[in-house]
């Protein structure tokens, strides 16, 4: 069982930066995939970017690239969201969740943090 507390929302000027936090406990991750995702009113929950805890390898989504960065630092057990240039279309409720090892879906979600962001 793994627990996830996210913080760091709140409300931002567009252009804006946020960093997002996502604290995770009950056991190590090692081999374990942390991403995050968003979503916004009236639309489903999309992925935002991921980074696996062993290599810190990451990727993200199109709609961020260039804007968001992902980090972790595994002696806090903590995954981070970097969030520059905010755009309105950012704003969503975002979610950090873990991916065990052979896993295919994301099985372990936080409660969310909400990030909005006016023009």
């Known amino acids: 069982q793994v627990q996830l507390v ?5 409300l931002v000027q567009a252009g804006g930066s946020l960093r997002l936090s996502c604290a995770a406990s009950g056991r190590t ?8 995702f968003r979503q916004a009113p009236g639309k489903e929950r999309e992925f935002v970017a991921f980074i696996t805890w062993s290599s810190g390898s990451t990727y ?6 260039g804007r968001c960065t992902i980090s972790r630092d595994t ?18 409720v975002y979610y ?11 099985d372990y979600w936080g ?7 006016s023009s």
């Open 96 to 106: 950090c969740a873990v991916r065990r090892p052979g896993k295919y879906d994301y």
């Open 111 to 117: 409660q969310g943090t909400q990030v909005t962001v």
């Open 6 to 10: 996210e913080s760091g929302g709140g």
């Open 29 to 36: 991750l090692n081999s374990y995939t942390m991403a995050w």
């Open 75 to 92: 002696t806090k057990n903590t995954v981070y969201l970097q969030m520059n240039s905010l755009k309105p279309e950012d704003t969503a």
């Open 60 to 65: 993200y989504a199109d709609s961020v690239k």
